[in-house]
């Protein structure tokens, strides 16, 4: 590829506003670079090229598999381990076991794969240091039903729960969350 930079993106509204792209665009033109709106009803090629594409969806990967030179942010196999909580919180726990860091953090948490019995669920739950209220999250961390969460207070409560979800002692965060993904 050669001549002016090209950056294409394809995302929601909210997410343009979120970013503030208008402005992101305005400073890459700046720098000599194109920022173009991708159109997903429209083939990909003649739109290209495409040095960079910034992408909330997985229907680029099929422009980026023909065209190798495009850098692909947020590629979509470290997409996959994000949007398992299953994943993601065992590579916390890996990241926090080897930093040996307090400042690195994820509260304990459960995987729950299968309904079980109370017995193996609060066993499971003593052993990885589980302690009430619990915070109940969906396996799937992406989507409008990864919003659904629900607050266990008691052991009785823990019959409720739908797997694959996640258990996690709750902290209270007073409404301030950073999240940081590498």
Known sequence: MSG?????????????????????????????????????GQPLGPQGPFHVIVHKLSDVISYVSAHPDTILL????????????????RIMSQLHNSLRDWRVCSPPYLSIHTPGDMSSIQEAMRSQGLSFPLICKTRVAHGSLSHEMSLIFSDERLLDVHPPCVLQSFVNHGAVLHKVFV
């Open 4 to 40: 002016r930079s090209r950056v294409g993106f394809c995302l929601s509204d909210k997410k343009r506003r979120r970013m503030n792209l208008d402005a992101f665009s305005e400073m890459c033109a700046g720098h000599g670079v194109e920022v173009v709106e991708i159109d997903l």
């Open 74 to 89: 947020d590629p979509l196999p470290a997409m996959t381990q994000l949007l398992d909580r299953f994943t993601s919180y």
